[in-house]
T-cell receptor
Framework: AQSVTQPDIHITVSEGASLELRCNYS??????LFWYVQSPGQGLQLLLKYFSGDTLVQGIKGFEAEFKRSQSSFNLRKPSVHWSDAAEYFCAVGAGTNAGKSTFGDGTTLTVKP | DTEVTQTPKHLVMGMTNKKSLKCEQHMGHRAMYWYKQKAKKPPELMFV???????INESVPSRFSPECPNSSLLNLHLHALQPEDSALYLCASSQAGAAEYEQYFGPGTRLTVT
């Protein structure tokens, strides 16, 4: 079965600083990988996804993520964080053997300091 | 239209009440999902409907009863809930019930069981 680990429970960055959120997955084949963002009291919004091709994926709101098979990682990055990026970030993996069933990481809470 | 709508936004119910949550999407998606989310936790999958048929039930107690009347609509019927069922209930949809498709989430219904 697939699994996802987000090692950082909480990250604080200053506005304008760069950001990297870590995600490690466990799955035997090439997984389908997603990053979602959730603002307080809201649903989840897809930031970006990867399932084949270029390992550097561009998403919405200036986010990008890089798939590294050798490290089983799919880290999310943003070069300059805005105060509105403060939210909960979830990495998720979908596997072909569990059609429609994504496994979510525990999430990383991002706080942005002015 | 890439929106998933959920009603009501908030619901307070007693343990003997019967209520229903409603979810609607008009994106032509053929898979729909119910998740339960506790504070500071990732969404937990409850049910998946694929082409209006229940395809996944994650061993959810029978006091939760899903229904998919048509391809655009998903209901969750609630009866005799417990206080520990208080949570944010999220609905999502995807193009099909396969791992490579991202999910579109609604804003959720905040449920409080008294």
């Amino acid at each position: 079965a697939q699994s996802v680990t987000q090692p950082d429970i909480h990250i604080t960055v200053s506005e304008g600083a760069s950001l990297e959120l870590r995600c490690n997955y466990s799955y035997g084949a090439t997984p389908y990988l997603f990053w979602y963002v959730q603002s307080p009291g809201q649903g989840l919004q897809l930031l970006l996804k990867y399932f084949s091709g270029d390992t550097l994926v561009q998403g919405i709101k200036g986010f990008e993520a890089e798939f590294k098979r050798s490290q089983s990682s799919f880290n999310l990055r943003k070069p300059s964080v805005h105060w509105s990026d403060a939210a909960e970030y979830f990495c998720a993996v979908g596997a072909g053997t569990n059609a429609g069933k994504s496994t979510f990481g525990d999430g990383t809470t991002l706080t942005v300091k002015p | 239209d890439t929106e998933v709508t959920q009603t009501p936004k908030h619901l307070v119910m007693g343990m003997t009440n019967k209520k229903s949550l409603k979810c609607e999407q008009h994106m032509g998606h053929r898979a729909m999902y119910w998740y339960k989310q506790k504070a500071k936790k990732p969404p937990e999958l409850m049910f998946v409907y694929s082409y209006e048929k229940l395809s996944i039930n994650e061993s959810v107690p029978s006091r939760f009863s899903p229904e998919c009347p048509n391809s655009s609509l998903l209901n969750l019927h609630l009866h005799a809930l417990q206080p520990e069922d208080s949570a944010l209930y999220l609905c999502a949809s995807s193009q099909a019930g396969a791992a490579e498709y991202e999910q579109y989430f609604g804003p959720g219904t905040r449920l409080t069981v008294t």
